[in-house]
């Protein structure tokens, strides 16, 4: 159940963080992947190394996915490589620390292309593909704040990752008569170097309090992914799946 032999997947900011916990989870269900990162190269290799030492292939490809260009450079280098694309996670994302009175529309522009335009131009190529091959599963790494809200002010972030559950919704019903899925993860609190770098150590912890389940892992949002990628997962479309250990702050 849940495996993923002989599938080809694409985790867009996948060098360290969620997209490489959701690298290595699809990796372990038998999935070869393709690591693509904006430029920590280092980090890149290192995920790629971890893949194959499970016995599956790896192809790093360094990409702004928030640049069409690069994005259809990206595309072609694995249509070469792989001849085919089944499983699409996007998941390249940043944030910043501002709220509207600090914020410009510099910050505003940069977020909504790192996080959201990013989305449109990978899944516009990826469709393109699962459609001629009647299969593919698409997944937006969204997050509790596109449910909810941002704890702090921060619209960009906020507007970004409720945005990526609409196009999912829509998407949904231009994928299906393809055999495309396409869904969201809303992750709630994660503990990499963004949610630190937003957040900081001791609010962390505060944070990790006020949840039942405390903080998740990567392997949290991994484990989802490689469900919602699956062929048992063939029924669900359109959905949020919520990781967030129950996670209830409004
Ligand atoms: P990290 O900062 O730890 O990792 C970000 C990843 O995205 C890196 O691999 C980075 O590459 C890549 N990246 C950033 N910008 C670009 C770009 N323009 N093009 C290609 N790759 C890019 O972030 P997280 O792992 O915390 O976040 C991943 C996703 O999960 C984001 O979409 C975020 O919104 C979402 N999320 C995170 C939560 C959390 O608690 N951490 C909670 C809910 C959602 P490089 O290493 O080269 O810089």
Redesign the pocket.
Known sequence: MFRLDNKIALV??????????IALALAKAGADIVV??????E??EETASLIREMGRKALVV??????EEQVDIMFDKIKNEFGRLDILV??????QDKDIFAMDKSDWDRII???LT?GMLCSKRAMEMMREQNFGRIIF?????GERGALYGHIH?AA??SGQIGITKTLARTGAPYNITVNAI??????????L?THGEEEMKKLAASVPLGI?S?ED?GYAAVYLASDEARYVTGATLDVNGGNNFR
């Not at 867009?12 to 997209?19: V, Y």
């Not at 809303?186 to 949610?195: D, K, M, S, V």
């Open positions: 867009t900011g996948s060098s360290r963080g969620i997209g490489r916990g693509n990162y904006a430029g920590n190269a980090a890149a360094q990409a702004d996915v928030g640049e996007n998941n390249a994302g940043t944030s292309k790192t996080n990013s790494i969204s997050s509790v704040v972030y970004t990752k809303a992750p709630g609190f994660i503990a990499t170097e963004l949610f770098q998740g990567l949002v």
